[in-house]
Every structure is written in C-alpha cells, then in structure tokens.
C-alpha cells in the first residue's frame, strides 16, 4: 500500500526554510526546503512545520490542497511581525533533577469561547501553557520561528522528528506568546548541533517509516529559568492510551486556517482524541495511523501549517497536564478535513526513549 509514498521532508537538503524573500531559483540545490506533500495509500499528507519555498519531484502543494504542522505548502499570507526578533540567552538556576517532575504545570489552559471554525484561539498569557517553546532557525541574520517544542526539563526541549535539518542552526524562546512585542518573560536559548537528538527510527524519505517515531529532543546549551510564564511540561506514563473523546488542547503559532495568516500571539484549541479504533477505520485514516501515534479533532478544529513539533496538552487524574503528543501530520487537502483529524506522536510510547537519551547525555 506504500508504491505511492512520496517523500514527507529532506533534511540533508535544507538550508532556507522561512517566511518571505524570493523563491530559490531551480537548480540552486542549497536554497529550498525539500518538504513535499505526500501521497500515502491514496491520501495527500502535509507535515506541519514553517517554510514557503520547497523543490521536489511533485509540484508544489498551493491554494486548497494544504495542510501540514510543520509546514506551508507553496506560499501562503502574513509574516507575523516581528516574529524571530533576535534576543540575549538568559542564564537560569536549574532544580534539582528530583523537584523537576513535581514541577510541571497544573493550570488550566481554558476553554476557548469564541473563533471562527477551525482556528486556534488566543489565549490569555499562556495560563497552563508555559511549557510551550518556539523552536527557530538561523535565517541570513536573524532567527525565525519553524516549529513548536515543549520543556521537559530545564535542559530539554521535545520535538517532532521532521522539524529537525543538520544543516540549520537553532534556538529555543522560552516564555514567548506574542512575537510582535518584547514581553520581557522570553528566555533565548541556543542549541548545539551536538546536542539534538532525533529517534532512530525516524526515515525523512518514507514517512509510512518515519511517522511512527517522529520524534526529537534538544538539549539546552544551559539551563532555563523556571517562574511564572516557563514552566516544566509532565510526560505521561509509559504505554498510557486515552479513551475515545478524551479533551485535550493544541497549541502553537501557526497558521489560523489553511492557507491563512500566521498569528502573532500563542492560539490554542480543544481538540477530542480519536481512538485508535476510530480513526484507523477505512473512512478516516485507515491503515496510515499506527498504535504509536494519537489522533485528534477531526471536525472544525485542526492544527494547522507552522504548529508542527508543538504539544497536544490533556489533564491528567492528579490535576497535572500532560503533553500526549507531539504535532506531526495533518490531511494535505486541508487542516480541518471531517474525518481527518490531526495526527500526533503518541509520547507514552516513546518514554523509555527520551529518559535514555536524556539520562545518557
């Protein structure tokens, strides 16, 4: 069923991926992000993380056959103002490896009230959503954002898989919610490129490979400061799988809509989770969903192009909120397709995974 599987995201030919600017002329090998809309068992798939331009062996996805977290297909409106603005790194004091756990968020996010369908809503100042981070790229001179992460501790930052290149240079904004301001909560960290850590498993060329462990992690160049506006996210536990309608919220800084604009300030969005059951059936997503991953949405909510690596947030029985999922894929006709929900990294499946790494580095 995979004879159509078209190439998701080619890190190793990554070296432009923003917002603006020309498109890199053909032939320039260097100058495009080569991710591509994905034809998988018959079904059009779109990463979700940021980048107008991308070379490949299909056209371009443009116009209504959109979609993707980490991800524009073709070029779409608005630049965000100020997004990316350049900041001095902050030194922090780090907790004690025993206090980290009992340290990640409690508060709600809130139910957002108002929206056009399929939008994510804004929030109030990130309330129990301070465990967000903006991952950015190096841009020509300054940093602009790309994808979503979440803080796992006060050294670590959890991504998606795809949003990673050997050939970008990052940085992580902690306490960020409005890109079009200077808030004074943002805490600029560098990442080393010896530092980042991206599942074995994961394949960029075969995304029917690569999906099932689109997954990454980033070590801080030093340690964040915990307070009022950065907070640690909770892992689940291992092997954890939610029930059927189970509420959970995305979060991120990508697009409101397909092919809309990008905002300025963090959105979220309630979103159920989809059962594996539900949505592996043939009128859904079929066989391209894998236990390792978690579903949810799939009416007029969606994340949605630029969200990509950010966290699907669900309350757990002690109060505590849980990062169930890493944003990875959405359906390339559109984010808010009926039956398509977003589709998540399932994170209870790779806790074995991201305490080794971390405990071994």
């Known amino acids: 069923m995979w004879d159509n599987l078209i190439t998701l995201y080619l890190p190793e030919y990554v070296s432009w991926a923003g917002r603006g600017g020309p498109k890199p002329e053909s032939g320039n090998s260097g100058e495009s992000l080569a991710l591509c809309c994905s034809s998988l068992a018959g079904l059009r798939l779109c990463p979700l993380q940021v980048a107008y331009w991308r070379r490949c062996q299909l056209p371009l996805c443009s116009g209504g056959a959109l979609g993707a977290l980490t991800g524009w297909w073709g070029e779409v409106g608005g630049t965000g103002k100020g997004r990316g603005k350049r900041r001095g790194g902050i030194q922090g004091r780090g907790l004690a490896p025993s206090l980290q756990a009992a340290a ?19 929030t109030a100042h990130r309330p129990g959503l301070q465990g967000e981070v903006s991952l950015q790229y190096l841009k020509g001179e300054k940093y602009d954002h790309i994808c979503g992460a979440s803080l796992i501790s006060q050294d670590w930052v959890l991504t ?22 200077e808030e004074g909560s943002e805490q ?31 070590k801080l160049s030093q ?71 978690i579903c949810a949405g799939g009416d007029i909510r969606s994340a949605c192009n630029g969200d990509s690596g950010g966290p699907l947030n669900c309350r757990g029985s002690d109060g505590r909120w849980y990062i169930q999922g890493i944003a990875s894929f959405v359906y390339g006709e559109g984010c808010n397709t009926l039956k398509k929900p977003t589709v998540f990294t399932r994170d209870s499946a790779f806790v074995s995974w991201i305490e080794e790494t971390m405990a071994n580095n």
Request: charged share 15%; with cysteine.
């Open 104 to 122: 990640c968020s409690t508060n709600h996010p809130g139910v957002p009230r108002y929206g056009c369908p399929g939008q994510l809503f804004p």
């Open 188 to 218: 600029v960290i560098p990442i080393l490129t010896e530092d980042i850590f991206v599942h074995p498993g994961w394949n960029p060329y075969c995304i029917a490979c690569g999906s099932v462990n689109d997954v990454a992690l980033m």
């Open 160 to 181: 998606a898989g795809h949003c990673i290149s050997k050939s970008l240079s990052y940085q992580v904004v902690l306490g960020e919610h409005d890109f079009s301001v």
């Open 223 to 293: 340690k964040a400061q915990l307070n009022d506006k950065v907070q640690l996210a909770c892992l689940p536990p291992a092997g954890q799988i939610l029930p059927h309608d189970t509420p959970c919220f995305v979060s991120g800084w990508g697009t409101l809509y397909t092919g809309g604009p990008l905002p300025d300030k963090l959105q979220q969005a309630q979103l159920p989770v989809v059962d594996h059951a539900h949505c592996s059936h043939q009128d859904w997503w079929g066989n391209d969903i894998k236990e390792s991953m």
